[in-house]
């Protein structure tokens, strides 16, 4: 028997959107969509000027400055490096509270964690997470840390400085995010 095998196929359609800020170029939209039924459409556009191309970056249909975009990049991944450090701290310190504790049951380490606000979601998840994770691993850590500052002994002014110099960072990152330059569609 002889079966062929159905194949969709994609039909690519490209046409000028508008032109470009300086307008010697064009910002191109390119639409991919198959023959299937409930495939839908992929949409992208494209920057298509040498001179704009190096110094604006198009996206989410709107051109933005790159020299405008350096500083909130940089404070980003910095914020970034320091909720990173934050999250590497918070286990160790859940995990000596545990310690402290002794042995007790998983429904008891759960309801600890729920009491410290820590929730790790629901018992059943909790269960599987801890076939190979430790209860620091597992626990949810908020933006503020109090559940983590309430058992945090030897190493709280550790995770107090982590905390403020995200928080920092966050304010940083904002304001320059603020000072991005960004220009909408020119209009042709």
């Known amino acids: 028997m002889d079966r062929k095998r159905a194949v969709s196929r994609v039909e690519l359609v ?16 390119h639409v991919a969509s198959t023959d299937y039924v409930f495939g839908g459409a992929d949409v992208t556009f494209s920057l298509d000027c040498a001179e704009c191309s190096k110094l604006w970056r198009f996206q989410h249909k709107s051109f933005t400055l790159r020299s405008s975009e350096v500083e909130a990049t940089a404070l980003y991944a910095k914020w970034n490096a320091a909720c990173d450090a934050i999250r590497a701290v918070s286990p160790r310190i859940v995990d000596a509270h545990f310690t402290t504790l002794g042995k007790i049951s998983k429904k008891a380490e759960m309801a600890e964690l ?12 909790y269960l599987d997470a801890r076939h190979t994770k430790s209860p620091g691993q597992i626990a949810f850590l908020h933006d503020d840390c109090e559940g983590v500052f ?3 002994d030897a190493e709280a002014s550790t ?6 110099i995200r928080d920092e960072l966050r304010r940083g990152w904002e304001a320059a995010g603020k000072r991005v330059v960004r220009r909408g569609l020119p209009s042709s």
Do not use: K, M
Request: hydrophobic share 30%; glycine share 10%; proline share 3%.
């Open 14 to 29: 490209s046409w000028r959107e508008t032109s470009c800020l300086c307008g010697r170029g064009q910002v191109t939209r």
């Open 114 to 125: 729920t009491r410290l606000g820590l929730n790790p979601g629901t018992y059943r998840s």
């Open 150 to 152: 309430a058992i945090a």
């Open 159 to 164: 995770l107090r400085e982590l905390v403020r």
